[in-house]
């Protein structure tokens, strides 16, 4: 399930094309987090709020665990 969000939040990302890998992981980690708290803010109920949390949370770690995977990924 986390890998097709990532997929899904890969695809929308945008970035300048000639920052360095870094930047773009960075940027990357800010879009993720962004695209889920648009989600939580726009919730209305409890329940939907916690489940856009937890799987900000768990996203994230993905994304912290698997740093050299998403930097390739973002590069292509």
Same mark, same amino acid.
């Given at each position: 399930?986390?890998?097709?969000?990532?997929?899904?939040?890969?695809?929308? *990302?945008?970035?300048?094309? =000639?920052?360095?890998?870094?930047?773009?992981?960075? $940027? *990357?980690?800010?879009?993720?987090? @962004?695209t889920f708290d648009k989600k939580i803010v726009s919730s209305k109920v409890d329940r939907?709020?916690?489940?856009?949390?937890? @799987?900000?949370? $768990?996203?994230? =770690?993905?994304?912290?665990?698997?740093? =050299? /995977?998403?930097?390739? /990924?973002?590069?292509?």
């Amino acid at each position: 399930m986390i890998k097709e969000i990532l997929k899904e939040l890969i695809l929308s *990302f945008e970035t300048e094309s =000639n920052y360095p890998a870094k930047i773009k992981y960075r $940027d *990357f980690l800010a879009h993720v987090y @962004m695209t889920f708290d648009k989600k939580i803010v726009s919730s209305k109920v409890d329940r939907e709020m916690n489940k856009y949390k937890k @799987m900000r949370i $768990d996203v994230i =770690n993905y994304i912290v665990a698997h740093e =050299n /995977q998403i930097i390739k /990924q973002l590069s292509k």
